[in-house]
């Protein structure tokens, strides 16, 4: 089994991050897996509490996945600032939101480490973030995430769920699912859950993923 890769530490990211080398792959699976119309479907279904003017962050935009479907659904003008440690995997997402921006919302792109965090306390009303706290020891990236969000602010988690999918999925990106109660407990630390979404079973997405809106209190 391949080896799990921790990304970052608090005070050490890793030069030439693991995204570096694999981000074509990255790219190419998620140009293929529905991923983006899923979270369009999800975001009509449960519009983000947003507001005009307000701060969003993305913690690990990787090459834009999420970042894209932000920008489709938000309709207020808001202060969008996309995060990841891998250049190249942000080099490829700039590119795409060059290309599909519909409602020309500017994007700040970051270079950065999601347990460090180059943002001052409570500076976001919204973070979102999927796939990157698999690479990371749980309790430290949920404390550094709840760091950046002002009180009453939002996190919206796209929890990776031990699956068959998620198995493979792991192996492939060398990333660890964690034990779901324990994702739980550490939301909860944190956070009090607005809602927990289950993706309908046919979208791969759902294979292995949910979505979880929390609010900090
Ligand atoms: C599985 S990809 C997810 C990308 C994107 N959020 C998506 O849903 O398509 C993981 C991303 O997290 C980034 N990442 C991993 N560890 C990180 C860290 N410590 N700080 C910031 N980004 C990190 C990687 O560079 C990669 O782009």
Same mark, same amino acid.
């Given at each position: 089994?391949?080896?799990?890769?921790?990304?970052? &530490?608090?005070?050490?990211?890793?030069?030439?991050?693991?995204?570096?080398?694999?981000?074509?792959?990255?790219?190419?699976?998620?140009?293929?897996?529905?991923?983006?119309?899923?979270?369009?479907?999800?975001?009509?279904?449960? +519009? !983000?509490?947003?507001?005009?003017?307000?701060?969003?962050?993305?913690?690990?935009?990787?090459?834009?996945? !999420? &970042?894209?479907?932000?920008?489709?659904?938000?309709?207020?003008?808001?202060?969008?600032?996309?995060?990841?440690?891998?250049?190249?995997?942000?080099?490829?997402?700039?590119?795409?939101?060059?290309?599909?921006? +519909?409602?020309?919302? +500017?994007?700040?792109?970051?270079?950065?480490?999601?347990?460090?965090? +180059?943002?001052?306390?409570?500076?976001?009303?919204?973070?979102?973030?999927?796939?990157? !706290?698999?690479?990371?020891?749980?309790?430290?990236?949920?404390?550094?995430?709840?760091?950046?969000?002002?009180?009453?602010?939002?996190?919206?988690?796209?929890?990776?769920?031990?699956?068959?999918?998620?198995?493979?999925?792991?192996?492939?990106?060398? !990333?660890?699912?964690?034990?779901?109660?324990?994702?739980?407990?550490? &939301?909860?630390?944190?956070?009090?859950?607005?809602?927990?979404?289950?993706?309908?079973?046919?979208?791969?997405?759902?294979?292995?993923?949910?979505?979880?809106?929390?609010?900090?209190?």
């Amino acid at each position: 089994m391949a080896e799990y890769v921790l990304t970052a &530490t608090k005070n050490h990211a890793r030069a030439g991050s693991f995204y570096d080398r694999i981000e074509g792959l990255y790219d190419l699976t998620f140009k293929v897996n529905g991923y983006g119309r899923s979270l369009d479907q999800y975001f009509e279904a449960h +519009p !983000l509490p947003v507001f005009p003017g307000c701060s969003v962050l993305e913690t690990g935009c990787g090459t834009g996945t !999420l &970042t894209l479907a932000l920008l489709r659904t938000l309709k207020v003008p808001v202060k969008l600032t996309a995060l990841d440690l891998s250049a190249s995997s942000m080099a490829t997402a700039k590119k795409y939101v060059e290309k599909n921006n +519909p409602s020309g919302q +500017p994007v700040r792109f970051a270079q950065g480490n999601a347990l460090a965090l +180059p943002f001052a306390d409570e500076s976001f009303d919204l973070v979102a973030t999927s796939g990157v !706290l698999e690479y990371l020891p749980l309790d430290e990236g949920f404390s550094e995430l709840a760091r950046v969000i002002a009180p009453g602010g939002y996190l919206l988690h796209l929890p990776m769920r031990p699956t068959p999918v998620a198995a493979f999925l792991e192996m492939l990106f060398r !990333l660890k699912v964690h034990p779901p109660h324990l994702v739980s407990e550490t &939301t909860d630390k944190y956070f009090q859950v607005v809602s927990h979404y289950r993706f309908p079973k046919f979208q791969p997405i759902s294979w292995s993923k949910s979505a979880v809106l929390a609010q900090k209190v």
